[in-house]
């Protein structure tokens, strides 16, 4: 096998990036090289690029599994005329390797790249049903004039593109785009809207940039030398067998979640886990002390801490580093450094930051840089995939409603109001979820328009922008289920965790997203995730007697945010003043009597949420639209990329 085919360049750049021309037209090395530079925090541990006819790849390598060279990318080989870029990891690569192995493959390095390469070399398209791991990946094939796209199945990589019927340029961050194709850094009102009206983010393919999209989650794109492109699906949370009794579900579940820990942990340099104190977090920790290995395991954590005693969970996070036996490492996060830092996170995560809570996890990836942990596993996708969130008791409620089970309805509401002292929010909830889907949407497009930031001809073009809901099962629960999962907070979320972590060259690991483990949890009644107002109920039966009871009957769990309306009101006050002043200047997208409205409020009763999401979006518009100049490192003298 040789590993350079075509010209093979190393040069000083990073990312995963790629330019395909119709009709084999070649692309200037320059035009690669000022994409990798915007990525060049993805990977300090390698680069290189690949060029033939019509096609350039760009990769920087973040080494994690095999720190030799034998991994480096992008990874070619003349032989079957396949050349790969991949971001991410294959978590069961040792497990597929034997396999190919078996079939006839022979290996020269010993990590997931290759395995990667040759798994695609066998299977084709139907090698992604078989990786379990986070991924964004490109392989040119060279014998067909082929490129094949693919992301992994929840989007905990990113892939970006922008086509044109005589190419199309992809990259792991849409400023990469940018640097190629300055001429697509306007706004894009519909997704603009929809922020500011319903605060949704990262729902779909569309982004903030007019003419750059995002490969779905669970999806592949294949593009041919004449730029013609075919998108497709490949994976749905199919329901696995769950056995009958509760003890044995508990029992498999709990297995499962420690697999996936376990494959998780696979990595040639220093793991360490983030810690909020609550129950997802903590479980994963939990997890690792409680593997059967043959190697001392010894832990490093990194949380946040609060000043606010009502926002800080330092209690909790000491209780499970205690009892892990853990290497803890804490970091406080200030409004201060808020400020400071701003520009910075604005920049890397491209999109409006819809709270301050990812500043927190931005300040414990930025720990964890400075103590030389490369990997962390997270907590994060748990309350996403389990119901974990207070919308949940509404979603079951209407369920149970809706089968005539009144037994079970009165216990829960009953239980809910025992446990919380409180009715209002999940009854209205459970009224929304009750209704047919039409009339819901209305009722929900009323009550946006309630919150009148936005400007009337931005109303008036997108009142009826929503997502379109996709209806995969018979049941409706299920369908409930998986609109909330794939098309609310959890696109959003992985986001942050993804620029926040790669912003610092770390990787940030979820075992709660295996695969597996959704599709167990995905086929579970729905009294094993909801049972006497306890969400999440199967994971706390599974940690029972690994995770300390005190966290398992917890009931005060905040979200791992800082104090954001005391810093709206205290210390960011003339940051916000600001920020709003400029939103109720700018023509065409902001509501100017609204946002003054927002302003008066700010010292007594300030709308936090709704104040955030205007000047959140005001600094986007100013970060990465208004001052192109500063929104991107110095690149080469190039021209734009035509078409």
Not at 65 to 81: H, K, N, R, W, Y
Not at 234 to 263: G, K
Not at 568 to 590: I, M, S
Request: glycine share 6%.
């Amino acid at each position: 096998m040789s590993r350079s085919p075509g010209e093979r360049l190393v040069n000083n750049m990073c990312g995963i990036a790629g330019i395909l021309r119709a009709e084999n037209e070649n692309i200037q090395p320059g035009y690669i090289a000022a994409m990798v530079e915007t990525l060049r925090h993805r990977g300090p541990d390698g680069d290189g690029s690949f060029f033939a006819p019509g096609i350039a790849l760009g990769h920087t390598r973040l080494a994690i599994i095999d720190l030799s060279t034998a991994s480096s990318q992008p990874f070619v080989d003349d032989e079957t005329g396949l050349a790969l870029v991949f971001n991410g990891e294959i978590y069961n690569y040792v497990e597929l390797r034997a396999e190919l192995r078996t079939l006839g493959h022979d290996f020269r390095s010993s990590g997931d790249v290759e395995v990667l390469l040759r798994a695609y070399e066998q299977w084709g398209h139907d090698c992604l049903r078989r990786l379990n791991g986070m991924f964004a990946f490109a392989i040119w094939d060279n014998r067909k004039r082929e490129l094949f796209l693919a992301r992994d199945r929840f989007g905990e990589k990113p892939l970006y593109l922008a086509r044109s019927p005589r190419g199309l340029v992809f990259a792991s961050e849409m400023k990469a785009i940018l640097a190629v194709r300055p001429e697509l850094r306007r706004p894009n009102r519909k997704p603009i809207f929809r922020y500011l009206s319903r605060g949704d983010l990262d729902l779909d393919e569309a982004t903030f940039f007019d003419g750059i999209e995002s490969l779905p989650a669970a999806h592949y794109m294949v593009v041919d030398a004449a730029a013609k492109t075919t998108c497709q699906r490949y994976w749905l949370p199919a329901s696995a067998d769950v056995p009958a009794s509760r003890a044995e579900a508990t029992e498999e579940f709990r297995s499962l979640l420690f697999d996936a820990v376990r494959i998780r942990l696979r990595s040639d340099v220093p793991v360490g886990s983030s810690l909020s104190g609550g129950l997802d977090s903590s479980s994963i920790v939990a997890t690792i002390n409680a593997q059967d290995t043959t190697r001392c395991i010894h832990q490093r954590t990194f949380s946040a801490r609060f000043r606010s005693r009502a926002h800080d969970e330092g209690r909790y996070i000491n209780l499970v580093t205690r009892q892990a036996g853990a290497e803890g490492h804490e970091v406080w996060v200030e409004p201060d450094d808020f400020l400071e830092e701003f520009a910075r996170l604005q920049w890397h995560q491209e999109e409006p930051i819809a709270s301050a809570s990812p500043y927190a996890q931005w300040c414990v990836m930025k720990l964890a840089h400075a103590s030389g942990t490369k990997v962390l596993l997270d907590g994060q996708g748990a309350d996403e995939m389990l119901a974990g969130y207070d919308q949940a008791h509404g979603m079951f409620w209407a369920h149970w409603a809706r089968r005539g089970r009144v037994d079970t309805l009165a216990k829960e509401v009953l239980s809910f109001v025992r446990r919380y002292r409180a009715i209002r929010q999940p009854a209205l909830f459970a009224a929304y979820y009750s209704l047919p889907e039409t009339p819901r949407d209305r009722l929900a497009e009323f009550y946006y328009r309630s919150n009148n930031v936005v400007s009337p001809d931005l109303h008036r073009g997108f009142r009826h922008a929503h997502a379109d809901a996709s209806h995969p099962f018979s049941d409706r629960l299920r369908n409930e289920l998986v609109r909330w999962q794939s098309a609310t907070q959890l696109p959003e979320i992985l986001r942050y965790a993804d620029r926040n972590s790669m912003a610092f060259g770390r990787e940030a690991r979820l075992p709660f997203l295996d695969h597996r483990l959704i599709e167990y949890s995905f086929g579970l009644p729905p009294e094993m995730l909801l049972r006497r107002a306890v969400t999440k109920v199967v994971l706390r039966d599974a940690m029972r007697g690994i995770v300390p009871d005190e966290i398992l009957e917890r009931r005060d769990k905040l979200a791992y945010s800082p104090p954001q309306r005391d810093w709206v009101r205290g210390p960011l006050r003339p940051w916000v003043e600001a920020l709003l002043t400029a939103a109720g200047r700018r023509d065409g997208y902001f509501n100017p009597r609204a946002i003054l409205e927002l302003k008066e409020r700010l010292p007594t009763r300030p709308d936090d949420v709704l104040t955030w999401r205007v000047i959140s979006a005001e600094a986007w518009f100013q970060r990465l639209i208004d001052s192109p100049g500063r929104s991107l490192p110095m690149q080469a003298e190039i021209s734009p990329l035509s078409w």
